[in-house]
């Protein structure tokens, strides 16, 4: 059974920071490339990082350049998303996501509030 479970979120105060984690199980980590989107409210999900299956390419948004870093240890079957510098518009939904040749697979995602 394929799972992707998010942990880490919560609420954090403007300029904090916050580590997500997205743990894998049921199929082949290493072989997928993995992503973190988010969705805020009234708003569509967006793409917010990316890494190749080695970890030795990451994407960002233009939204979270400079703040946030996404890495994986393929011998955890985890992915993380360290968010710093956190801002109210980071405010949202975070998902995991797999992305395979054939599959697809989505955690349920993580709240995270940035408010004072």
């Known amino acids: 059974q394929v799972q992707l479970v998010e942990s880490g979120g919560g609420l954090v105060q403007p300029g904090g920071s916050l580590r997500l984690s997205c743990v894998a199980s049921?199929?082949?980590?290493?072989?997928?490339?993995m992503n973190w989107y988010r969705q805020a409210p009234g708003k569509e999900r967006e793409l917010v990082a990316a890494?190749?299956?080695?970890?030795?390419?990451?994407n960002y948004a233009d939204s979270v350049k400079g703040r946030f870093t996404i890495s994986r240890d393929n011998a955890k079957n985890t992915m993380y998303l360290q968010m710093n510098s956190l801002k109210p518009e980071d405010t949202a939904v975070y998902y995991c996501?797999?992305?395979?040749?054939?599959?697809?697979?989505w955690g349920k995602g993580t709240l995270v509030t940035v408010s004072s």
């Open positions: 049921g199929f082949t980590f290493s072989t997928y490339g």
């Open positions: 996501n797999a992305q395979g040749i054939t599959y697809n697979y």
């Open positions: 890494i190749s299956r080695s970890g030795g390419s990451t």
